[in-house]
């Protein structure tokens, strides 16, 4: 129901505020598994997926844990690689589950690409190395290759070593199994589809408030189409991106107390240059060069986008007080609470090579920053490419006993005591691990659901759900059955 001049009310089962891929995710599930309950997606800006899901502010990687080095900066330990493995699978799960019932339609937001990782010197290889042996004895990653010959390597990627001279040690491993997602697409699918079971998408609605009824619901608040609106909520999440800390605040959720966010932006060289694209099929990323933070580490990419193919290299930091691309310098002013300072300078105080990293990227010139291109593409030429913006992120910094603040990689779910409202905070890897996110959303918040009338469907569309560690035969035969369905190659 669309709001005019004057005060509208209405009720739901579920609210979701925002039209990104968190919030999409949520409500397939829901629309799915509860068909009769009445949900509606607000979405404060004119179109879906067009903050952090959108194709080109994110590098539409599906996170698997095959090449991002960072997942597993001790080679002993491949406990966070392993679980973001099987966090994605379970997203390939939920999709291909949709795509089996005529849902979606996958091909139009995944396809198969090789994910690589590619290491100079000594150190780096002696890492890699050492990763990919610990890493192969695990049933997710029993596919991974390791080469340190230059001529394997260049025919996995072959721009990487085309008129490279090789003076020293040099590395990859290769998963052929990786994947490239365009999540914004994809959002774009999840909201058609609950719309198509009943729900209700509003754009251009303005959350401004959020406030606890006697009865255990919500009102959401907030202004729409130059009047205002009012709903009336059992459940609300709070998918919105980098303005979600925000209005936990002003729903006062006691469970955020202290928390803060820190606005990250990005950028990233791209051409769509036939002769060059056509050379490189693959995704490899690098590693991280000293001082600078986990979520900078280097990636040469291949990105189909609206018909056309393109390559991204990246990510180069920027810095801006926004915490939405389409947001405004005073967002994160309206973040700062008396109870969230303290932490948010423990927290910088705590990385100030966080602070030197981003000063450098700022002040670095466009041909300065080229140079970490020609790393990965030897015979790249500046005035083949562009610099492009990528987005704004918000990254969360949360309360520590001992440290005062820490600074917190990656997502995390928020909900309330009694199960009325959740969010998700923070950022990547947090698209490729949303089904998996919804996975422990759902049970903290619908946990009567959960266990009784969702429970047939829930374990059709994830056999293997309950279990945090999966033998070969269950993960090959999930591997091939989500190819199957989603078209990839098995």
């Known amino acids: ?28 599930m829901l629309a799915v598994l509860q068909p009769d309950w009445r949900v509606i997606l607000v979405e404060k800006a004119d179109a879906i997926g067009v903050e952090s899901s959108d194709t080109w502010n994110n ?24 679980d973001i493995a099987r966090q994605f699978q379970l997203s390939r799960q939920w999709w291909a589950f949709l795509a089996e019932k005529g849902l979606i339609d996958p091909q139009s937001f995944v396809r198969t690409t090789p994910h690589l990782a590619m290491v100079f010197g000594a150190r780096d290889v002696e890492y890699l190395r050492a990763r990919s042996a610990q890493l192969q004895t695990q049933p997710q990653f ?9 001529a394997v390597i260049a025919e996995w990627a ?80 709070v998918g919105a991106g980098g303005f979600a800390l925000r209005l936990l605040q002003r729903a006062h959720l006691p469970e955020v107390k202290g928390y803060g966010v820190l606005p990250v932006g990005a950028a990233f060289f791209r051409t769509e240059k036939a002769d060059i694209v056509k050379r490189h099929e693959v995704k490899v990323y690098g590693q991280s060069a000293d001082g600078a933070p986990p979520m900078s ?14 390559l991204i290299f990246g990510p180069y930091a920027t810095f801006s007080t926004k915490l939405l691309t389409r947001g405004k310098l005073t967002d994160f002013f309206t973040t700062l609470r008396w109870h969230n300072l303290h932490v948010m300078a423990a927290a910088l105080l705590q990385n100030l090579g966080l602070i030197r990293y981003l000063v450098g990227q700022l002040t670095a010139s466009p041909k300065k920053k080229f140079r970490q291109v020609t790393d990965y593409f030897p015979t790249a030429r500046l005035e083949d490419w562009e610099l492009t913006f990528a987005g704004q992120r918000a990254q969360l910094v949360v309360p520590v006993t001992g440290k005062v603040g820490m600074l917190k990689l990656g997502t995390e779910l928020v909900t309330s005591a009694d199960g009325s409202m959740s969010a998700l905070l923070g950022a990547s890897p947090g698209a490729s691990t ?16 959960w266990s009784g009338a969702w429970s047939a469907m829930l374990h059709e569309a994830f056999p293997e759900l309950g279990n945090t560690a999966w033998n070969a035969d269950e993960v090959q035969a999930s591997f091939a059955r989500t190819a199957e369905a989603l078209k990839l190659r098995k």
């Open 297 to 310: 580490i280097p990636h040469l990419d291949r990105r189909p986008v609206d018909g056309s193919d393109y």
């Open 1 to 28: 129901m669309a709001t005019t001049g004057t005060l509208s009310t209405d009720d739901a089962d579920v609210v979701l505020i925002g039209g990104g891929i968190m919030s999409a995710t949520l409500g397939s």
């Open 59 to 82: 590098a539409g990687t599906g996170h698997a844990g095959f090449c991002e080095l960072n997942y597993m900066p001790d080679v002993t330990d491949g406990r966070k690689a392993e």
């Open 142 to 150: 029993a596919d991974l290759e390791y080469s340190e010959d230059p």
């Open 158 to 237: 072959p721009l990487t070593m085309a008129g490279r001279t090789v003076d020293g040690p040099i590395a990859a491993s290769r998963h052929v199994g990786g994947t490239d997602v365009d999540y914004g697409t994809l959002s774009r699918a999840l909201v058609e589809l609950i719309r198509s079971r009943g729900g209700d998408i509003r754009l251009e609605h303005d959350v401004r408030t959020l406030t606890k009824q006697p009865d255990g619901g919500w009102v959401v608040a907030g202004r729409a189409n130059g009047g205002r609106f009012s709903i009336k909520a059992k459940h609300v999440f």
């Open 434 to 449: 949303a089904v998996a996110i919804m996975l422990d959303l759902l049970p903290r918040c619908f946990p009567a659901q």
